[in-house]
Every structure is written in C-alpha cells, then in structure tokens.
T-cell receptor, first 109, second 114 residues
Framework: QKEVEQNSGPLSVPEGAIASLNCTYS??????FFWYRQYSGKSPELIMS????GDKEDGRFTAQLNKASQYVSLLIRDSQPSDSATYLC?????????FGAGTTVTVRA | SAVISQKPSRDICQRGTSLTIQCQVD?????MFWYRQQPGQSLTLIAT?????????ESGFVIDKFPISRPNLTFSTLTVSNMSPEDSSIYLC???????????FGEGSRLTVL
C-alpha cells in the first residue's frame, strides 16, 4: 500500500473555530482522494471526495487538493461538538485505498 | 452510496477456533474489500474480494489464515482461522464502485479471542 501521512493530533479547537487537517501522499500517480470521519466505536463514514486540483465545498467542509505538492487538506468551518471524531485521509492508487493514521479532533464547547 | 450489513457485530471466541464474518451489500457494487482495524489504529487492508475467484491478499495476509469468498456482486465472507489473541480486532467490510473509487463501510465485527 502507498504511504499516506496525516498531521499528528490530537487537534483541539473551540466551538465555532476552523479545524484544519492535512494529508500528504507518496504516490504521484494517485487520482482520487477521500476524507472519512470515524466516531469512537463506529465505522468510517465518507464525508468528502475530491479528484481535481483546487477546492471543493460541501456545507461546512472544504477539501483542498494540490497534486503537484501531493497534498490534500480538509477544513471544518464553524466547528461543532458533533464534529469531534477521528478524520481519516484516504488516497486511491490503482483500485485500492490507502489510509492515513487519522487525526483526532476535539471541539471544545 | 451503499448500505452494508455485517454480522456478527461482535463475538468472543476461544483460541484455535474459526469465525466467519458475513457481509451483504444492498446494491451491486464493483469492489469489495476487507479491512482490519486494531484499537487506536488506522485501517489495514487484508484483501480484495473478487467475485467468483480467489481473493487478492495484501502483504502479511494469507489465504489459509483469512479465507475469503465472494460468490456474487453483493455478498462476501471473511473467515478468521485458527484464532489467537493477536487476531482480536475490528474487521470491516467495505464496498464501492471502480469508477468513483468511493468506498463505504459496514458497521464492523469486533472480535475478541481469549
């Protein structure tokens, strides 16, 4: 599996702030990138997919992709306590996904 | 998206026994995979479940230990054979489509081996 690195956590942010999550990957040929949210004791849930350079917004979530820098990020705006979870970056090489170790986010009320 | 049902959701097993986990998807999907997640760790791919043929295993995983079947597009099983305490983990079935690459996960099967 290809290497996927995420910024180490845990990340603690106050309610209403922006949480910024970063991910780098080693396979320059990767074309598809995903962010998953995993609540404690639950399975991963797909929250964002991004395939092209630039920004993609979905509600309070914005994914950013820079293939030249092999970098993908996730911004969570107006963070809520319900956003407290572990966020997994996943990168598709050939047909399989490789996952990062995850960044745990805690939103303080 | 796809709704994925896994069973059992959890089990406690004795050393040396085997357990089969079943995965059912609510729609026809191109890809099915089995992952393992140790407590506090990320996901490790065990194998790709191929319809009607032998699964494709990742490094460190072998068919004798983790036999996998996928008789049709929507159903797969993973067996954990001759279990030891080191096999205690959460096993996750995932499924999706080749064109988008998006994967969806079942609720997982939490396995404890005593």
């Amino acid at each position: 599996q290809k290497e996927v690195e995420q910024n180490s956590g845990p990340l603690s942010v106050p309610e209403g702030a922006i949480a910024s999550l970063n991910c780098t990957y080693s396979d320059r040929g990767s074309q598809s990138f995903f962010w998953y949210r995993q609540y404690s004791g639950k399975s991963p849930e797909l929250i964002m997919s991004i395939y092209s350079n630039g920004d993609k917004e979905d509600g309070r979530f914005t994914a950013q992709l820079n293939k030249a820098s092999q970098y993908v990020s996730l911004l969570i705006r107006d963070s809520q306590p319900s956003d407290s979870a572990t966020y997994l970056c996943a990168v598709r090489g050939d047909y399989k996904l490789s996952f990062g170790a995850g960044t745990t986010v805690t939103v303080r009320a | 998206s796809a709704v994925i049902s896994q069973k059992p959701s959890r089990d406690i097993c004795q050393r040396g026994t085997s357990l089969t986990i079943q995965c059912q998807v609510d729609s026809q999907v191109t890809m099915m995979f089995w992952y393992r997640q140790q407590p506090g760790q990320s996901l490790t791919l065990i194998a790709t479940a191929n319809q009607g043929s032998e699964a494709t295993y990742e490094s460190g995983f072998v068919i004798d230990k983790f036999p996998i079947s996928r008789p049709n597009l929507t159903f797969s099983t993973l067996t954990v054979s001759n279990m030891s305490p080191e096999d205690s983990s959460i096993y996750l079935c995932s499924a999706g489509h080749l064109n988008t690459g998006e994967l969806f996960f079942g609720e997982g099967s939490r396995l404890t081996v005593l």
